[in-house]
């Protein structure tokens, strides 16, 4: 029983929320009358000095005292006597870990927040360097038409940002406090609730006291947003891996993100790529295992919910490291530019400009002049050439009205340069863009 009933192994990374909160509550308590400031005064200074003493690692977390709440509350005990037993007037370890939790996860999206922007910046660094860099586009992983490098990464850049809005949008939700709530149906002390909210930096306390110490829709929301995110690192991350391979040849990274083989001495593996890849699955995993355990609890409080702890400490944390390493990964790119060049021209990427060109000059019906630059690239298919290699007289030979000027749209960097309309790949779109989020980003 003590083996499964207790959760201080892991909820002792609450000990500076629950320090900060127990200070916020005997503040108040003494604020109302209800304890004494001399207690009030034993119990802050008691608690300062659990703090220094869990910090410095001499503490002693006793399995037998279950969590980190009576762990501290225990050492209170034997350092100022009977004054901590005042501390525990009108409230529950209900609602001081709810309150603890809510805590630990604001500071955890304030962090991932902070992560994300970092990303941005480096991606935003590296975008700046490459807004003419020209690469294939890819649907399907299959060349479709060609685009700047700059304009790939601000499309990750686009995806973070609505990754920060979903921390901020949860963040707003989330911070309220439940302190007061004591185990589930408020107190009979006359207590002030807006104090201890104000001093957590909450922007309110909970409205009912029922939902304040059964609810961690915080803490799904935030292990959603973070699911999300990693999706995001992931899809990166593949990219990277694709981009590195002797196939690709787009990018390198230098030893400090990249291993050996143990066997194979030419080989560089994209280690930390693939690592943020596969941490992604913890992170899925840790927002199923939390609405699994959720799914079926009646109001309020049950033990089950000692269980909401793990996986978020594990899926947020692996969010944090994963932003971190593929920042690091960002600063450190090197771009491969004339790979990129060249892939962008094969697999008839201005394919589609020819198909524009004879709408926009000859007047052609977009569906006809589809059929027309598929039987062209056929045509190139069999003479083993690229569509800007035919001679106009083989232009001429699928489609008598075709000029010269046909040519002016068949390279790579005039295809890219037309793609003008707003958010297109142009270049100076790219540097507009890369402006416009530097601004945000201020």
């Avoid at 892991?10 to 629950?18: N, S, T």
């Avoid at 686009?158 to 949008?169: H, N, Q, T, Y």
């Avoid at 033990?303 to 594990?314: A, G, L, R, T, Y």
């Avoid at 697999?347 to 000859?362: I, P, Y």
Wanted: proline share 2%; net charge negative; aromatic share 6%.
């Amino acid at each position: 029983m003590e083996h499964i009933n207790a959760s201080i192994d892991f909820d002792k990374v609450l000990y500076a929320q629950d320090i900060a909160g127990s200070k916020a509550h005997a503040a108040m308590l003494v604020a109302q009358g209800i304890l004494t400031a001399e207690d009030g005064q034993s119990i802050k200074d008691g608690l300062s000095q659990i703090q220094s003493e869990i910090e410095s690692g001499s503490f002693a977390f006793q399995t037998s005292l279950e969590d980190i709440h009576m762990n501290i509350e225990t050492r209170l005990r034997e350092l100022i006597g009977d004054a901590a037993g005042r501390l525990h007037t009108a409230r529950s370890r209900n609602d001081q870990v709810a309150t603890d939790f809510r805590l630990w996860v604001r500071g955890s999206l304030d962090r991932i927040e902070a992560g994300i922007q970092s990303l941005q910046r480096a991606l935003l660094a590296q975008a700046e360097n490459h807004a003419a860099t020209i690469m294939p586009g890819f649907t399907h992983l299959q060349t479709a038409q060609p685009v700047t490098f700059g304009h790939h990464l601000l499309a990750y850049v686009e995806m973070l940002g609505r990754d920060a809005g979903r921390v901020r949008d949860a963040r707003v939700r989330l911070n309220e406090c439940p302190l007061g709530s004591a185990a589930l149906a408020g107190t009979s002390f006359p207590i002030d609730r807006d104090a201890t909210a104000d001093a957590l930096d909450f922007d309110r306390p909970t409205a009912n006291s029922l939902d304040a110490v059964s609810d961690r829709d915080f803490a799904l929301e935030a292990l959603s947003l973070a699911s999300i995110t990693a999706m995001h690192l992931s899809r990166l991350s593949e990219e990277l891996v694709v981009w590195m391979s002797a196939q690709f040849q787009f990018v390198t990274l230098s030893d400090a993100f990249t291993t050996g083989s143990s066997i194979m001495p030419q080989k560089k593996n994209p280690d930390a790529a693939e690592l943020i890849r596969a941490k992604t699955g913890r992170i899925f995993g840790a927002q199923t295992a939390l609405l699994t355990v959720m799914k079926g609890l009646p109001l309020a409080y049950s033990k089950d919910m000692q269980e909401d702890k793990e996986q978020v400490f594990d899926g947020l944390q692996s969010l944090e490291l994963c932003l971190a390493v593929m920042t690091g990964m960002a600063e450190d790119l090197t771009v491969n530019k004339q790979a990129m060049r060249e892939a962008a021209g094969a697999g008839f990427s201005t394919a589609t400009d020819l198909a524009d060109w004879l709408v926009r000059v000859l007047g052609t019906p977009f569906r006809t002049a589809h059929h027309i630059t598929g039987t062209l690239v056929g045509l190139a298919e069999k003479k083993g050439c690229d569509l800007a290699d035919l001679s106009l007289a083989d232009m001429q030979s699928v489609e008598p009205k075709i000029t010269e000027d046909v040519f002016s749209v068949l390279t790579v960097e005039n295809s890219v340069s037309s793609r003008t309309s707003y958010g297109g790949t142009a270049p100076a779109n790219v540097k507009e863009q890369i402006k416009a989020w530097k601004a945000k980003l201020a």
